[in-house]
């Protein structure tokens, strides 16, 4: 079953979250309705068809979250194997490697994080939230930087059955947990350590009510890791663009890291670091077997890889750490 009973099952026993316990087993369910036409059954049954396959191997602290090795599956289920995990195509965020097959997902998630690494406290021991967790790749990551709890947010159904499927190969209870609901169906429970937004907020219509959910789910003095697109400018410089930006129709508005520093003072964040922009590149988003779609390079005027398609700024982004004041 692709739901979030384990993690209710886990909640049950902090009285700081018993209002999710109120809110948020509903709305799974209203989503589940929902998706029965759009996946979930196809996606439940190849986890079933893989029920068998379980591993004590792996590991959260490679650039490829790792699960099983090859010499645990024979060479005439491999195959077998290979098919059930190309039924979750598109593969956006990763790598894995699961029992010796390398998913190589179209974003090396990986690069991220060993880009934040260096800016953010350390996860031990902490208590951390991801909204638009994808399909959780950060998430295990936070484990294997020795959080407590890694729970995120994603109502992809994709997304939500790459996780699963990951996760159910695992024979060992682990405390990551993907609840398939957009972030604004979350109560304010102010209980986290550590709230991560990475690759979300300019795809919210409205930027200050997102932060103001963020800083919800936050202990007083609890830290915000955001990242961003971003764009050259002051702190009066927003791009919104006209239709798309790099062939997004979702993309409502681009801060430069001025304007973002003020958005986050405003809505309660002391902003404490934040990153030099970065220019993403085919080495970290590209097509692959696993994301055959346009990437990266489809996005990107031809002749001028310093625009879009559309002539905006190429893709450039920055990560922001605050606190909660």
Request: net charge negative; charged share 25%.
């Amino acid at each position: 079953m692709i739901d979030s009973g384990d993690f209710f099952s886990y909640i049950s026993g902090i009285p700081e979250l018993h209002e999710w316990l109120a809110e948020l087993p509903r709305h799974v369910y209203d989503w589940r309705m929902r998706e029965q036409n759009h996946g979930l059954p196809e996606y439940e049954s190849c986890i079933w068809k893989l029920g068998k396959l379980r591993t004590d191997s792996f590991s959260f602290t490679d650039d490829y979250v790792t699960v099983g090795s090859g010499s645990e599956v024979s060479e005439s289920f491999r195959p077998f194997l290979l098919d059930m995990l190309r039924e979750f195509k598109p593969w956006k965020k990763g790598p894995f490697s699961v029992f010796g097959i390398k998913v190589e997902s179209e974003w090396r998630s990986d690069f991220k994080w060993n880009r934040l690494q260096g800016l953010i406290s350390p996860l031990a021991g902490r208590k951390v939230f991801d909204a638009g967790c994808g399909n959780g790749y950060h998430l295990f990551r936070y484990l294997g930087a020795g959080a407590e709890l890694a729970a995120g947010c994603d109502p992809s159904t994709v997304s939500a059955g790459q996780f699963h499927l990951v996760k159910s190969f695992i024979r060992k209870s682990v405390p990551a947990y993907l609840i398939p609901l957009p972030l604004e169906d979350f109560p304010a429970v102010s209980w986290f350590d550590t709230v991560f937004s990475m690759g979300v907020i300019y795809h919210r219509r409205s930027p200050v009510e997102h932060l103001e959910i963020l800083g919800s789910l936050l202990r007083s003095g609890g830290e915000l890791v955001l990242e961003t697109l971003i764009v050259p400018g002051d702190g009066r410089t927003f791009l919104v663009p006209k239709d798309r930006y790099a062939k997004m129709p979702n993309i409502w508005f681009i801060p430069s890291i001025e304007s973002m520093r003020l958005l986050l003072e405003r809505t309660g964040f002391r902003v404490r670091s934040v990153s030099q922009g970065t220019v993403t590149t085919a080495d970290e988003q590209r097509r692959t077997e696993w994301m055959d779609y346009e990437s990266l390079d489809d996005f990107l005027m031809p002749g001028d890889r310093t625009l879009t398609v559309e002539g905006y700024p190429a893709p450039c982004r920055a990560i922001f750490v605050a606190e909660k004041q």
